[in-house]
């Protein structure tokens, strides 16, 4: 029922949104693939001068097929002055002396950082359709974003569950991380944070071995016809975790936005999954 | 073999001129020739703005990474001796890393350099403390490694206390090397201090000569070895210093460029100073044009091609020496 | 051409490490002889040569060069006035001969014409029958070949003084004679020649001065045949020695027979 009302609500909104200002950014250029999820969801693409290269990558990109379609950039300052954008979006991670080209010739950029929490993820996206002006695009896609991590929600009366993701490397979502605050969200504790790890470190694998979580996020890796899914983290001491695993793609951790929805209900599966298999081993 | 001499110089600075033209003329985005008129505003932008810079400082820093380590080595009497010896090019680095790091370098487009031109500041400083009273170029040697890896540590530790991988990623691909969107304002701030490091070390030309008869013959002709030593100290860093805050690590240019030129000019130190300067920009120009038409979208950083280019030249130079002395 | 010079050495002192080296040496050298410095190793000819040549700072003591204190003369003016060869003939750079021999003319890059350099350079190359290897590079002669050519760097710069420190180290016997025969010229020219040697019979031939150095001080001082007595060589060096007339060629000889027995 939720989830008619929810399609009828963006029905009406993209009918009945006005159209663009007629000062509103029409050659828009983004250097960043979060930035670029998140503008093709609020523009047409008419407006997007180009996307950043990286938003082509097939494994990594949740809009590679898209991104074929829009012209894009390497990042180069020649190529964005070439473009006669009116609107920059930028990492704050970009390449200084690009921004600084930029700066010279008057070209104005606006710097996004890292989004440390879901609010700030959603707050990013109002940022970006207000530059844009296209709010009431950016409300459709931010009310997407919370109806999916409504549906995903720790049910009333469920166990919480421990969790930890491990990607290659070791590297974690830790504290201070959109994945984290989902896993809250969703009813994981995450290890990571309790062992004090900020954002995305690498976490020693004896802390998963001192406290198993009962689900571990374990990365995938897809390979180039995207069929072998292999457990990327082989290490030895790692059989010992007799922890549920599940596949945890690692692309759910660089960008938010949009890929929330896909990153919050994949974490939903993970939990039912764990949820599943202790009901078995309690039934027999 | 005198005549081979003569023309060394004019064919580097035809080499240069050449390279500069490729490098302006050279980019993704082709320029026609009507960039000159009133209507291809965006071109001239692209033109002024970010390929005359680009191939002016080419020229500035690989002029200044071949002079310095043609001095180097001179005073060192060592061919394997690089501009990076006295560890001041790890300390830029250092400095710029850090202002990148606490996010400072957004500030202003001078944060960035004038951060590394600081740590080279710092360096030479703490050379001066380390190997200040001696005339030894050993000891000199030994700081500069000193300092080196306390340089690397330190970048090393900036890197692990990112706050993510992408901050990290950052300061990894500003290390690397790159000439690619530097502007007037890089330039601005180099172009200065090499000036006076070249200067510096220029001055210093009849002792690196005398040198060639060991520090007991160089002070018997009446050279005093701690000025010069301070003097090549001094211009190297201040060279390489200006050169690595505006463009990261650009290595083996000061390495490769010598030799490569020792042959043909000779191995009187004085006389290899100038040709080495001009063989650097050449190196370097040569490298910033490749990196451009490589195929693959993005430009491989400078540093890679030229560590490319470089590390297997420094392997047949050891294998050749290996041969000499067996 | 009569150079009247005279490095006068005082209470020279030099201690390293808690070592003395040199004590209290005092000695004085006129131009237009060859004085040769002899001594058993680690006795300080060396160093006393150094000190000398102003190369080398003693802790006591003063070296003086015609009345003037060596530290009180510029870089550029001793070097002019005193040449020296070192030891260990160090060339870091393959360069040609011609530019090797031509860098002894350093301390005159603001005194002298390029002509003027070019002329003593010739003039250098000449007198050490080296100019016909002029552009030949310095790593492909002999040791022979390259210790004239080291003399000539040191002849072109036309100094007063010629200070040398074991110059026929490492040659033959030809390429010795021809080093010393050389050395005795420029003694008769006018210039002061120093050199520190331990062949004793080459010294006795070509000095016209020799000077013992033992534990740091001077313990003879003349005539070859007044300071290379049977028992002083015994007392320095523990050698039996003697002087042997040799009458088909002129000059007597030193025969050195062996260890003394003590």
Redesign the interface.
């Known amino acids: 029922m939720g989830r008619r009302l929810l399609c009828l609500l963006v029905a009406v909104l993209s009918v009945a949104s006005p159209p663009a200002r007629a000062d509103a950014p029409k050659r828009i250029v983004s250097l960043n693939q979060c930035l670029d999820a998140i503008l093709v969801e609020l523009v047409p693409t008419e407006r997007i001068a180009a996307i950043s290269h990286y938003s082509r990558d097939p494994v990594r990109s949740p809009i590679a097929k898209l991104a074929q379609r829009l012209p894009i950039t390497y990042e180069s300052a020649e190529e964005i002055v070439a473009l006669r954008p009116d609107l920059v979006l930028a990492s704050r991670h970009s390449a200084i002396p690009t921004r600084n080209a930029l700066r010279r010739v008057g070209i104005h950029y606006e710097l996004f950082d890292v989004p440390f929490s879901v609010k700030e993820s959603l707050a990013q996206i109002r940022r970006i359709a207000a530059l844009v002006d296209s709010a009431a695009a950016g409300e459709v896609l931010v009310a997407r974003i919370e109806h999916a991590i409504e549906a995903a929600r720790l049910p009333q009366g469920a166990p919480r569950l421990t969790a930890a993701v491990y990607e290659t490397g070791g590297l974690t979502a830790g504290a201070n991380t959109v994945t984290d605050d989902l896993m809250q969200t969703v009813g994981l504790d995450n290890v990571a944070a309790r062992y004090g790890i900020k954002t995305h470190q690498p976490m020693q694998l004896e802390l998963l071995l001192a406290t198993p979580p009962d689900l571990l996020l374990v990365g995938e890796i897809l390979g180039a016809d995207g069929t072998q899914a292999a457990r990327v983290v082989q290490h030895r001491a790692l059989r010992k975790v007799h922890s549920k695993r599940w596949d945890f793609a690692a692309r759910f951790m660089y960008c938010s936005g949009p890929t929330i929805v896909e990153e919050v209900a994949a974490l939903a599966r993970a939990r039912d999954a764990v949820y599943a298999t202790s009901r078995a081993q309690a039934s027999r | 073999m005198m005549t081979t001499r003569r023309w060394v110089m004019p064919s580097l600075l035809a080499l240069v001129l050449g390279l500069a033209i490729a490098s302006i003329v050279v980019g993704r985005i082709v320029l026609g020739w009507n960039v000159w008129l009133d209507q291809d505003t965006i071109g001239r932008t692209i033109l002024l703005e970010l390929r005359l810079p680009r191939a002016l400082l080419g020229i500035v820093i690989g002029a200044a990474l071949g002079l310095a380590g043609a001095a180097l080595q001179g005073y060192l009497r060592n061919p394997l001796a690089d501009p990076g010896t006295l560890g001041v090019s790890s300390m830029a680095a250092f400095g710029a890393v850090l202002s990148i790091f606490f996010g400072i370098a957004d500030w202003h487009p001078w944060v960035l350099p004038l951060s590394g031109v600081g740590g080279a500041i710092v360096g030479m400083a703490a050379l001066l403390l380390l190997a200040g009273m001696t005339a030894s170029a050993l000891t000199l040697v030994l700081s500069g490694v000193i300092l080196s890896a306390i340089a690397v540590a330190g970048i090393a530790l900036v890197l692990s206390l990112s706050p993510s991988p992408w901050a990290a990623g950052e300061i990894v691909r500003w290390l690397l090397g790159a000439l690619a969107d530097r502007s007037l304002d890089d330039l601005a701030i180099s172009s200065p201090l090499i000036a006076v490091g070249a200067a510096l070390i220029l001055t210093s030309r009849q002792a690196l000569d005398a040198l060639t008869l060991g520090e007991m013959g160089a002070r018997s002709l009446g050279i005093d070895l701690r000025r010069a030593q301070w003097q090549l100290a001094g211009g190297v860093g201040l060279v390489v210093g200006a050169s690595v805050a505006v463009s990261g690590i650009i290595g083996f240019v000061g390495l490769v460029v010598p030799h490569l030129l020792r042959p043909l000019v000779g191995a009187k130190p004085s006389t290899l100073l100038v040709p080495s300067a001009a063989g650097g920009a050449a190196l370097v120009l040569a490298g910033d044009v490749v990196v451009r038409i490589l195929p693959g979208g993005s430009e491989v950083q400078l540093g890679v091609v030229m560590s490319l280019i470089g590390a297997p030249f420094f392997f047949a130079l050891l294998y050749s020496m290996r041969r000499q002395v067996t | 051409m009569k150079i009247d010079s005279r490095l006068r050495v005082a209470e020279l002192t030099v201690e390293r490490g808690g070592r003395r080296i040199l004590g209290s040496v005092a000695v004085e050298f006129a131009s237009g002889s060859v004085t040769a410095v002899l001594g058993p190793n680690g006795g300080g000819k060396s160093t006393l040569l150094?000190c000398v040549?102003g190369?080398l700072s003693p802790s006591h003591g003063t070296v003086e060069l015609d009345g003037t204190p060596l530290p009180s003369l510029?870089?550029?003016?001793?070097?002019?006035r005193?040449?020296?060869l070192?030891q260990?003939p160090?060339?870091?750079?393959?360069?040609?001969v011609a530019?090797?021999v031509a860098?002894?003319r350093?301390?005159f890059?603001h005194r002298a014409s390029d002509a003027e350099n070019e002329a003593a350079v010739r003039r250098a190359m000449q007198a050490t029958r080296t100019t016909q290897w002029s552009?030949r590079t310095v790593t492909t002669l002999s040791g022979g070949e390259r210790a004239r050519v080291l003399l000539a760097?040191v002849l072109a710069g036309e100094s007063d003084w010629i200070l040398t420190d074991e110059p026929f180290a490492g040659l033959d016997p030809a390429h010795q004679f021809e080093a010393a025969d050389l050395l005795q010229s420029l003694a008769a020219q006018g210039h002061g020649v120093v050199l520190t040697i331990h062949d004793l019979a080459l010294a006795a031939r070509i000095a016209d001065r020799v000077v013992i150095l033992h534990r740091g001080r001077i313990v003879a001082d003349g005539t070859p045949e007044a300071a290379l007595t049977p028992s002083t060589l015994r007392e320095v060096y523990g050698i039996d020695a003697q002087w042997v007339a040799v009458r088909e060629r002129g000059a007597p000889l030193i025969a050195i027979h062996g260890r003394h027995a003590s």
């Open positions: 150094g040549a190369l510029a870089a550029d003016e001793r070097a002019r005193i040449a020296f070192p260990i160090e060339i870091s750079w393959p360069v040609d530019t090797l860098l002894g350093i301390p890059r552009q760097r």
